[in-house]
């Protein structure tokens, strides 16, 4: 069953439009994410969703009611803040009941609930200190405590982690993911820009779009599942997000195709293979190649299927190397290569690409279809 | 876990949209109306009812009030005591500019650097702000006392009879004799005003200037003192927009007297109302004082922002 | 080198403090000690001569008198204004945070504005106002008057001391289901506490030591308030100075009292006046 629909919504504050046409279902039990670039609207949209924030144009249905003037309080909708927004002059047992106590929820029901939920998330020693009194992490879970005990419809995150330091951010993560499985008819949706909770946590990444063109800035740029976007980016925008480093964009030209894939010329030089339809396309039609820096590898011999440069500079991290390639462009290219290498400068190297990873967007900056050659593949724990 | 409530959406749903939604849209009205009405009555209304008694000939009492037009105003303009009061006033702000400003810097420096006992120095500079103006009136009425008073008392014990002085009395000493009071009355203010900006320099640029081989005295007048530059604009216009504006001390040292040596607006028209009884007469003063210290407020305020522009 | 220069200021500032700690405490000295002398003493004594014996006459002689019913009604007039002055200026500063309506921004500005009107150009129709009102010479008649001049300041600190409350509280509160009048007195009211600490001593301070309204609005002893006392004594007494004096200690004792209990908060709430910068 479908909990939140969002049909044609858009955000204007005065002039300045900051969502537009945003369709989007997010099932029950679904966990969301918003992901985005800062100003790509993501909290924004969250907020709407929340009621905090009017709707300029569009529907909002929260379990098929419209919601658009519906009072935050009666959406059924939870929401765990950025920077906590725990009530500094009441005590974490008060922080949780404040809600249910406006609507006039019996108090040995509120104190149920209230211990209940202190119980799963073991804040249970807190319950009459003040917010000041807590550390960060407890505060977050005082946080999600006062979105449990409302039993919501729909639980809203607002970068919940990012006030928190990276090893806290691991371990509440996992919290956070428990806690989907805990209330499994409850959709989550969370805001984040970072990649790496949104690929940890979510069911389904929206993908928003952030800068300088006002024609498509606060729109969907993608929605999918996080392997999803990750393996078959739409567009440029999402296939330069997704990854770090990000992918690296070479200008190719394309020298012919057939079923089961394409041919393109660097503006090197080389000619490469690529499991990409580019079947209705002419010959010599000007592409962007899309080459993530971690699907590169050495390449042994005279490898046909091998991009040839010199290394302008090289960063080891012990696990894996970042080998920065001179390019004609000032970009440099960047390839992630597991284990040491060493520092030789303009030492040339020749790398390995892989037909079935590799991407074609046209000028438009569309991904082109893959063909069913490149289907991923993950492995399995049997 | 039930996503569900008791209470049914639809039924939520109606409930928040009919009565609150109306309820929160006079929200804004509801919390401003008891200040607008109390601000309206007491400080609005006055305002121009003051205007319109100025056109008045009335004692106050009774309905004996006679429309006489501009007839105040004209008088006001060939009022001397009135003009030689209000040169008291801006006699009063230049005096208190000059006066209490830089004592107060200095003693914010002083309590600045004097890291020990600078507490209970600050505490005891303050007290004279907690007296009120007719306490500090009568205690100084005493001190300037010819027969009885302290300073009459040890200059005569100097031998210094002749510099012995009436000096609340004598029209000659009567102004300066009330503006060093004031003065004394307000330079704590303006010290611990000095003092918070003081203690707001950033540590770092005296430590990187100290790197840089700069001395103490350095430090104070180069760095420091240009750090004051604001609160010295926040004070000067303070410390005018007090001066036109000062009552108390003054009504109660000297009545604006003798001979109207000591007189500035507000005694002025206090004197006019309340004890000559022309009640039309004393509004146009009121009022004429109200226009002036607008335009002086207006002007100070344009001054001041020219200087932040230019530095 | 850098020694050197520092010589003159090590040896100026403790002077200097001290010079002016005798400035500031000298004329108080000298109220403490004539207060306690025998009306005798100021004719034959030297004006600096200590008091022969401690002797509370005076302060016995004043206490008798009506002085206690002075503090009392200060203590009435000023209590029941602080409570109003809160009370009508915080919901007016929570409004003006946090509301949003067409007229917000000059609405601040024409209150705001109201801080450099001069009180004694509204003396004469409050006066007349009052009067009419049937209020004159009743302490009821100081209130409004006191209330409404303490606004303006009032409303300056306490709107921007809630325009730093977080706006995620006010969404918080709005997710359980508050409105505008639960925002704010459940939360915004209770966590202006330090603003309103600071409203309430400003305020209380300057009410305190009020002079012409009192002087103006009332004009029996029983309805008069401490900084009248002080001018009714001077009057009464005339040339009893170490009775006079006795008043202006007995009057301006409550409030050093306070001050030695909560110093830095009343600095703090004095300077409040100083914002307006």
Known sequence: MTSITLKNVAKRFGQVSVLQDIDLDIAEGEFCVFLGPSGCGKSTLLRMIAGIEATSAGELRIAGELMNDVEPADRRVAMVFQNYALYPHMSVYENMAFGLRQAKTPKPEIDARVRAAAQTLQIEPLLDRRPKELSGGQRQRVAIGRAIVRHPAVFLFDEPLSNLDAALRVHMRTEIANLHRDFPEASMVYVTHDQTEAMALADKIVLLRAGPEVRTRGSIAQVGAPLELYHRPANLFVAGFLGSPSMNFLPAELVGADADGANVRLASGETLRVAVDAGGLATGTALTLGLRPEHMRLAEGSDSQAIRRRVRAVENFGEYSYLFLSESSDEPLIAKISGDMLDIPDAPIALHVDPAECHLFDTKGDALPHTTAAAPQAARMD | MSVGEAVTAAEKLRRSRAGSRRLHKAAPTIFLAPAILLLMVFLLYPLLSSFRLSLLDWNGLGDGARFIGLQNWVRLAHDTVFWNSAWNNILLAFFSVVVQLPIAVVLAVVLDEASKGSRLLKILYFLPLLMSSVALGVLFKNVYDPNFGPINGILGAMGLYSWTQDWLGDPNFALGSVIAVVCWQNIPFYMVLFLAALSSFPREITEAARLDGATGRTIFWRLKLPHLQGTFRTAVLLAVIGSMRYFDLIYVMTGGGPENASEVMATYMYRTVFNSFELGYGSTVASAMFLIIMVIAAVSLRISKRFETEV | ?277
């Open chain 3, 1 to 277: 080198m850098a020694n050197r220069n520092f010589q003159p200021a090590r040896v100026a500032i403790p002077v200097l403090g001290l010079f002016w700690l005798a400035v500031t405490t000298l004329p108080f000295i000298f109220v403490v000690f004539t207060s306690m002398k025998t009306l005798q003493e100021t004719y034959t004594n030297p004006v600096w001569a200590m008091p022969e014996q401690l002797n509370l006459s005076n302060y016995i002689q004043v206490l008798q008198g009506s002085f206690l019913i002075y503090l009392r009604n200060s203590l009435f007039v000023i209590s029941v204004s602080v409570v109003l002055i809160v009370l009508v200026s915080s919901m007016a500063a929570f409004a003006l945070a946090r509301l949003k309506f067409r007229l917000n921004g000059p609405l601040f500005g024409l209150i705001v504005a109201g801080m450099i009107v001069p009180l004694h150009v509204t003396l004469v129709p409050v006066y007349l106002m009052i009067r009419t009102a049937g209020l004159y010479d009743t302490l009821f008649a100081l209130i409004g008057p006191y209330v409404a001049t303490s606004l303006p300041i009032s409303v300056f600190i306490l709107t921007e001391f809630m325009r730093q409350v977080p706006k995620e509280l006010e969404e918080a509160a709005r997710l359980d289901g508050c409105g505008p009048f639960k925002i704010f007195a459940r939360i915004f009211f209770p966590l202006s506490g330090p603003g309103i600490a600071t409203v309430a001593i400003y305020n209380g301070i300057m009410l305190w030591n009020e002079f012409v309204f009192a002087y103006v609005l009332t004009s029996s002893p029983d309805k008069r308030t401490l900084p009248l006392a002080v001018w009714d004594f001077q009057g009464q007494y005339a040339s009893d100075i170490p009775a006079v004096l006795a008043v202006v200690t007995l009057s301006t004792l409550p409030l050093i009292i306070v001050y030695a209990i909560g110093q830095e908060r009343i600095v703090n709430g004095m300077m409040a006046g100083s914002l307006k910068g």
